[in-house]
């Protein structure tokens, strides 16, 4: 009678189709909690609503899209490879009307220079 050894199987590159993968957890960006932020630093008494949220996150979302593309336009008139604050200042001032512009251009001129000065 033959004994048999158990055989060790070779390690493949590959994982087992049993073996409990690791997910990844899927990415949802959200501006909710600035959003909320922002209610309570302008009406600290008012709260907002769940769908209120998703139509203010969804806009801010449509609206951030519209600037990049604004920009990336930008870039390619002007044949340059690279965005800068130049470009995403003039995409504001396309995109966003009148005075609602004016206090996007000068808050994000503050951004920069606080980050830059660090």
Known sequence: MV????????KSST?????KKKRKKSRYDSYGLYIF???KQ????TGISR???NIMNSF???TFEKIATEASRL???TRRDTLSSREIQTAIRL?????LAKHAVSEGTKAVTKFTSK
Do not use: N, T
């Not at 004994?3 to 070779?10: L, R």
């Not at 994982?15 to 073996?19: E, I, N, T, V, Y």
């Not at 302008?42 to 008494?45: A, N, R, T």
């Open 42 to 45: 302008v009406h600290p008494d």
């Open 95 to 99: 995109v966003l009307p009148g005075e």
């Open 15 to 19: 994982a087992a189709p049993d073996a």
């Open 37 to 39: 932020k922002v209610l």
């Open 60 to 62: 801010l979302v449509d």
């Open 3 to 10: 004994s048999k050894k158990p055989v060790k199987a070779k």
């Open 51 to 53: 769908r209120s949220m």
């Open 75 to 77: 870039c390619k008139y």
